[in-house]
């Protein structure tokens, strides 16, 4: 082609590419937008929050320091580990019911009440240095002051010498027993109506120990026992051993030595056995009785106030006094002639103080008990 020719058509091929490049820097152009436009969108989208995933960790036993090499517990351990009490278990149900036997138990317990006077006030008034009473039937105790404190008990100690007595193989009641030089008190030379040579039946002998607190009758029943006094006084101890009264101890029948002493608990065993005998409930609460001595007759009344002018109704009683131990009294009330409870003073100062608290304590009990 000529040369003039190749230059007429060079204009027009110019036109042709540049068209060409125009049409294909369109697309690109447009993607481009495209894309910055998606980019804009993804910028301005709300961000969507991650869910964690919670992983879960073996406990560490705290007594275990942190990197110590992990152990399985034994098969055993596993079990106990895993055993727990569920609400309303057998046992839970147990503890409950035990409960509530005990709260029952509480709330019927006999008790002396305060709209009855017993009160700390009237407490304070009583006068006997120890006391101890207690419900028999439920064996509750009711009231204590120093009941556990030991001290000499008088003529107390003559509950112990009858039972001691009845308990062996005694000659007949009705045979007669001789009163001598040796039931003569050596110790406190205290005076006796009955003298030497007087003469009565063993009945008798025991009804005026028991009802008078005459101390040569109790004297002259201890000699009448196989062995005589010294075998006695080891009887007494032994029966007091089996009674359970520990800290009681007996070295003559009569109690006229300091050294005869108890407590105040221990000698309402004492009272609660004596009850078991016939003759000592008997005797011990007759008001007076007539006894023959071979020269003559005596009359005995009961040395113990309350029974003898009928202020208290009572089973079994029994009244001592020594200088050492001051005034005593034990009694088995009959609360409503029907309901035992047994009351043990010690170491008032005066007759009347005792006498004055067998009242008031026999009064607390009528009211409280039913």
Same mark, same amino acid.
């Given at each position: 082609m000529p040369s003039a020719s190749r230059f007429r058509l060079l204009p027009g091929l110019l036109v042709l590419i540049a068209a060409g490049l125009a049409a294909g820097a369109a697309p690109a152009s447009a993607r481009a937008a495209a894309h910055h436009a998606a980019a804009e969108r993804t910028a301005h989208a709300p961000s969507k929050k991650k869910k964690r995933v919670a992983h879960k960790t073996k406990p560490v036993h705290r007594s275990m320091p942190a990197d110590a090499p992990?152990?399985?517990l034994s098969g055993s351990k596993r079990r106990t580990k895993r055993a727990k009490p569920?609400?309303?278990?057998?046992p839970a149900q147990q503890h409950v019911t035990h409960a509530a036997q005990v709260s029952a138990n509480s709330a019927h317990a006999p008790r002396l009440l305060a709209r009855c006077g017993f009160t700390p006030a009237s407490r304070r008034q009583l006068f006997s240095h120890a006391i101890y009473v207690v419900d028999e039937n439920t064996h509750t105790p009711l009231y204590a002051r120093n009941a556990d404190t030991v001290a000499p008990i008088a003529s107390v100690s003559k509950l112990m010498t009858a039972i001691v007595w009845l308990d062996s193989p005694h000659a007949p009641l009705q045979q007669r027993l001789l009163v001598t030089t040796a039931d003569l008190d050596t110790l406190k030379f205290t005076h006796s109506r009955l003298g030497v040579g007087a003469s009565l039946t063993r009945a008798d002998m025991l009804?005026?120990?028991?009802?008078?607190?005459?101390n040569r009758a109790a004297s002259a029943l201890s000699r009448d026992y196989p062995g005589g006094q010294p075998a006695f006084i080891a009887a007494m101890n032994a029966?007091?051993? +089996?009674?359970?009264?520990?800290?009681? #101890?007996?070295? @003559?029948a009569t109690? !006229?030595?300091?050294?005869?002493?108890?407590?105040? +608990?221990?000698?309402?065993?004492?009272? #609660?056995?004596? @009850?078991?005998?016939? !003759?000592?409930?008997?005797?011990?609460?007759?008001?007076?009785?007539?006894?023959?001595?071979g020269h003559g007759q005596l009359q005995y009344v009961n040395s113990n106030r309350l029974v003898r002018y009928g202020q208290v109704r009572a089973s079994v009683q029994k009244t001592g006094f020594i200088n050492e131990s001051g005034?005593?009294?034990?009694?088995?009330?009959m609360v409503h002639g029907r309901r035992p409870a047994i009351v043990t003073l010690l170491g008032s100062a005066t007759p009347e103080g005792s006498r004055l608290d067998g009242v008031r304590i026999a009064h607390w009990l009528s009211c409280s008990l039913r």
């Open positions: 992990s152990t399985k569920r609400p309303g278990s057998p009804h005026v120990a028991l009802m008078s607190s005459e029966k007091a051993q +089996r009674l359970g009264m520990t800290h009681t #101890r007996f070295v @003559n109690g !006229l030595s300091p050294q005869n002493v108890s407590t105040a +608990r221990e000698l309402a065993s004492l009272v #609660r056995a004596a @009850n078991g005998y016939p !003759l000592i409930r008997r005797y011990s609460i007759d008001h007076q009785e007539r006894v023959p001595t005034h005593n009294m034990v009694m088995r009330v």
